[in-house]
């Protein structure tokens, strides 16, 4: 009984900490998916870790490149996209934390997969990888 106690005190300590760091992701994706849908490059930045990496299968196979470099790359002012986002999934453990994206347009999505760490306090994207959906 007493052990019962102590674990669901530990736990109940636990859970705010849980709670601010899934406020704290969500709000990292959302400066991605924000930025992206808004064509605003500033915004998207702050989701991304400055060494952070896309992977992706390309026309010419796999493809590995610097994320930030590939948004600044293709990224434009202009008006906002006529799209969908949403977080699909999400799963934090300690420092470390998983979450899968969609962002759908009319005939196609992308699925994106993103490795976040926990960085000086910060939550940033370190990795992404993503599929196009040719939808019909």
Known sequence: MRRSI???FLLSLSLPA?????EMVTQT??????????????TLKKAFHDNA??????????????AINFFKGIMKPG???????????LDIMG??????????YKDFAFIDYMNLL?????????S???YRDNRK
């Open 6 to 8: 102590l674990f669901l």
């Open 18 to 22: 849980i709670s601010q760091d899934k």
């Open 29 to 42: 994706l959302n400066y991605y998916l924000d930025g992206g849908t808004n064509n605003d490059f500033e």
């Open 53 to 66: 990496t896309m992977k992706y299968i390309g026309a010419d196979g796999y493809t590995e490149v610097n």
């Open 79 to 89: 008006p906002k996209q006529n799209r969908e986002t949403r977080i699909t999934h």
């Open 95 to 104: 420092n470390a934390a998983h979450a899968r994206l969609e962002i759908i």
């Open 118 to 126: 926990k960085v000086d306090g910060e939550w940033k994207i370190v």
């Open 128 to 130: 992404k990888i993503f």
